[in-house]
Nanobody
Framework: VQLQASGGGSVQPGGSLTLSCAAS????????VGWFRQVPHEGREYVSC????????HYADSVKGRFAISRDSAKNAVNLQMNSLKPEDTAVYYC??????????????WGQGTQVTVSS
């Protein structure tokens, strides 16, 4: 069972990035998946989640309207499209798998993290 997060990088303010969380060893489609982010010396902050079934989504207020989470069933992955990026979006981004098909914040697995830097 492994989660691989990728897609991070450096962009200017207003730019876009797409993060991907790919699973191996299990079907990611059975579970709710979330994205979190963390800056040095602070706790991990919730960003977004997607549940199974109807693929309902939820976003933190700080990213609502700018980020979009979606499933890529063909790749057994969940993507996070990030638009209109701001310097305050700079963080290490982690994906996480919930133990349930509906997001319950009971995380069973974490990806390894991917760095996103927004700077001019």
């Amino acid at each position: 069972v492994q989660l691989q997060a990728s897609g991070g990088g450096s962009v200017q303010p207003g730019g876009s990035l797409t993060l991907s969380c790919a699973a191996s060893g299990f079907n990611l489609g059975y579970y709710a998946v979330g994205w979190f982010r963390q800056v040095p010396h602070e706790g991990r902050e919730y960003v977004s989640c997607i549940s199974n079934g109807d693929d309902s989504t939820h976003y933190a207020d700080s990213v609502k309207g700018r980020f979009a989470i979606s499933r890529d069933s063909a790749k057994n992955a969940v993507n996070l499209q990030m638009n209109s990026l701001k310097p305050e979006d700079t963080a290490v981004y982690y994906c996480a798998v919930d133990r349930s098909s509906t997001w319950s914040n009971r995380i069973t697995s974490w990806g390894q993290g991917t760095q996103v830097t927004v700077s001019s």
